[in-house]
């Protein structure tokens, strides 16, 4: 027959990391180097990338290609890419036409509303630049000073195909932790 081997426990308070055959110990700084080797944060990253909410709030003519963008036809689902109403469930803020300077409050409120990480969106050449409303009195100049853009996307509207590159974009500046306005 096989023989048993008796084990000690360890009762000694004096050395807590003496080692005890068939006990597994771990200490704090014996986590800290396991978090250090692993990619936990490549993980985390790819859940990210792969469930961007983005809010649905219209601005000028943008806001129709972005409104088509999320329905059936394009089927932005498959890449985890869904359109939410309320900034409280949503990542992701797409600036979709000119921002009237009236508005901007209620868009800084909303995006102080939405959890971190969250991301930004510019879409079209009016949030981007101003388009033709550039020297417009109620137009809002600059719009990448006032919120950390992580996409560009240019056109006047853009088609909801860019729209959807530009979530892929996103998602890849999401997997390589090169996105800007995250707090991680």
């Not at 990338?49 to 809010?55: G, I, P």
């Not at 003519?61 to 963008?69: D, H, P, S, W, Y």
């Not at 932005?76 to 600036?95: C, E, L, Q, W, Y």
């Not at 909801?160 to 999401?174: R, T």
């Amino acid at each position: 027959m096989g023989e048993v081997k008796e084990t000690k426990t360890n009762n000694s308070k004096e050395n807590p990391e003496e080692e005890v055959p068939g006990v597994i110990t771990t200490t704090t700084s014996a986590i800290h180097n396991f978090l250090k080797k692993t990619k936990a944060q490549d993980i985390i990253n790819w859940g990210r990338k792969n469930s961007l909410w983005f809010m649905t709030q219209p601005m000028g003519c943008c806001g129709v290609e972005m409104i088509a963008t999320g329905c059936a036809h394009y089927d932005t689902d498959r890449f985890g890419i869904i359109p939410r109403n309320s900034p409280r469930h949503a990542d992701v803020m797409i600036i979709s036409g000119y921002v009237t300077k009236k508005y901007l409050p209620a868009l800084k409120r909303l995006w102080d509303q939405m959890p971190a990480p969250k991301w930004v969106i510019a879409m079209g050449d009016c949030a981007i630049s101003g388009g033709p409303f550039y020297e417009s009195y109620s137009t809002v100049q600059n719009i990448d000073e006032i919120f950390p853009i992580d996409v560009y996307i240019p056109g006047c509207p853009p088609r909801p195909e860019a729209l959807i590159q530009g979530f892929v974009e996103l998602q890849e500046k999401i997997k390589a932790r090169k996105d800007r306005g995250t707090e991680y």
